[in-house]
């Protein structure tokens, strides 16, 4: 793995988020990964940091595992790939399994951080959480966003990822 | 002006705003545009629109135009260009002056939204305010974060917008 600028892979991880969805990892206290897909995401600069800020609803094992850990990581996979893997950790729960296992996906302990990474990706995004926020019902002034996404609440917290590091495979 | 795919010019527009910054433009009641200069800034997909994550703190002039406008618009100067303006507008607020007169800066009227852009940049971002959250003293996790940025509050509003139209001068 290489180091890359993170602005450099943007418009291929948009893309990406955008096509097939990305995984979105977390560890629990055991050190075991829970890979989630994400099909949101957005990258940039805040407090003069690097940070991907990734948006995960309070329902979601991931994110009791982000809040207690205060690290992730997002993999992604190459346009295309992974499709299956990809809809798997969209619709299962790592409540009910180790997603990781029941795929036989391989993985690579973190460089910058605790979180490992998913071997058959090939871009890396290793992250600390420096901030945490949730949306409220009246923060969303598009009354389509509310009714699309929010017919029962579980409003998505917002989680601002310090870039400690991004790699290519 | 052409439109531009909105990820394509991703990395010239972190790298200006990291470098000398670029212009958050609001506007009043009567149409008239003001300028403020901002260094920070994500980029992305969340409810499968693109986005313009911008951060403004409550105590400034911006802050309630764009709360009352629901639109704002970011045009991005050439790397190195503009210094002067970008210096002035992050000094200097528009309850005190008009900002694009006291410059002589010319604008051309928004295409997409009801926001001017400012005519010397030559990448601008047209947006709609689609969700607005607010930051607390116990969302920042970082000791750091909270020491320099806000020792006396004023803690940043969240104004996600959504990307109505992207383009290249």
């Not at 003069?48 to 995960?56: D, K």
């Not at 190459?78 to 798997?88: H, S, V």
């Not at 299962?92 to 690579?108: H, Q, Y």
Request: glycine share 12%.
């Amino acid at each position: 793995m290489r180091k890359v600028d993170p602005w450099e892979v943007f418009p291929q991880v948009q893309e990406t988020l955008s096509a097939g969805g990305a995984f979105l990892l977390s560890v629990d206290e055991g050190g075991r990964p829970n890979p989630m897909t994400i099909g949101w995401g957005l990258l940039g600069t805040v407090w003069y940091r690097n940070v991907f800020l990734v948006l995960v609803r309070p329902s979601r094992y991931s994110h009791g595992l982000i809040e207690r850990g205060g690290h992730f990581a997002v993999c992604v996979p190459r346009p295309g790939e992974l499709r299956e893997a990809l809809e798997f950790c969209g619709t299962r729960s790592g409540r009910e399994l180790d997603k990781v296992e029941a795929l036989g996906l391989g993985v690579t302990p973190g460089r910058a951080g605790p979180v490992p990474l998913l071997a058959e990706c090939n871009l890396h995004y290793e992250c600390r959480v420096v901030t945490h926020t949730s949306l409220s019902p009246e923060d969303i002034l598009s009354p389509e966003i509310s009714s699309k996404y929010y017919p029962t609440g579980d409003l998505h917290s917002l989680f601002f990822g310090e870039i400690l590091a991004a790699w290519r495979q």
